[in-house]
T-cell receptor, first 117, second 120 residues
Framework: AQSVTQLGSHVSVSEGALVLLRCNYS??????LFWYVQYPNKGLQLLLK??????LVKGINGFEAEFKKSETSFHLTKPSAHMSDAAEYFC???????????????FGQGTILTVHP | NAGVMQNPRHLVRRRGQEARLRCSPM?????VYWYRQLPEEGLKFMVY????????ESGMPKERFSAEFPKEGPSILRIQQVVRGDSAAYFC??????????????????FGNGTRLTVT
């Protein structure tokens, strides 16, 4: 079964600093991986996705993630944090359950990003 | 171009009452997923429905919970005899493509803003 683990439930950075949110996956098949962002009292918004094309994936709002098979990782980065990036971020993998429900996602626990001036 | 609409946004129920959560998918989407987010946890899959069919309910609790997606109208997640442990945010997501279509990976789920259920 596929799963994801997000290291660090809270990450705090200064405005303008590098953002690094960690995600490791476990999958017996090539994974399809996603990063979502959730602002307070809102639904999830897709930031970017990896679907076995380029290993470096660029998303919205200046975020990117690199798929590293050797490390089973899909860490999310942004060179320079902005105050508006403060939110909760979820890594997710598509769960392949015996050929059905490809659209079923398994989410990590989430990482709350705080950006301070 | 309305997104996924969920209502109500907030729902308060006393223990033992019923909760009904509604989800209208994006226009043209006929595949609906329900997820639950317990406090300080990630989202957990509950059920996947197509119009008039439950495709995968492996994440649904065995008792008190049911879901439907009728031919006409929104999808409904129904919780009977609510308990305090049901307090959570419930998110609906929709997709235009069936879950078994691998090209759906390139257009994954569109989420609503959720219904926050509080059981007192």
């Amino acid at each position: 079964a596929q799963s994801v683990t997000q290291l660090g439930s809270h990450v705090s950075v200064s405005e303008g600093a590098l953002v690094l949110l960690r995600c490791n996956y476990s999958s017996s098949v090539p994974p399809y991986l996603f990063w979502y962002v959730q602002y307070p009292n809102k639904g999830l918004q897709l930031l970017l996705k990896y679907t076995s094309a380029a290993t470096l994936v660029k998303g919205i709002n200046g975020f990117e993630a690199e798929f590293k098979k050797s490390e089973t990782s899909f860490h999310l980065t942004k060179p320079s944090a902005h105050m508006s990036d403060a939110a909760e971020y979820f890594c997710a993998v598509i769960t392949n359950a015996g050929g059905t429900s490809y659209g079923k996602l398994t989410f990590g626990q989430g990482t709350i990003l705080t950006v301070h001036p | 171009n309305a997104g996924v609409m969920q209502n109500p946004r907030h729902l308060v129920r006393r223990r033992g009452q019923e909760a009904r959560l509604r989800c209208s998918p994006m226009k043209g989407h006929s595949h609906v997923y329900w997820y639950r987010q317990l406090p300080e946890e990630g989202l957990k899959f509950m059920v996947y429905l197509q119009k008039e069919n439950i495709i995968d309910e492996s994440g649904m609790p065995k008792e008190r919970f049911s879901a439907e997606f009728p031919k006409e109208g929104p999808s409904i997640l129904r919780i009977q005899q609510v308990v305090r442990g049901d307090s959570a945010a419930y998110f609906c997501a929709s997709s235009a493509l069936p879950a078994t279509d691998t090209s759906s990976y390139n257009s994954p789920l569109h989420f609503g803003n959720g219904t926050r259920l509080t059981v007192t």
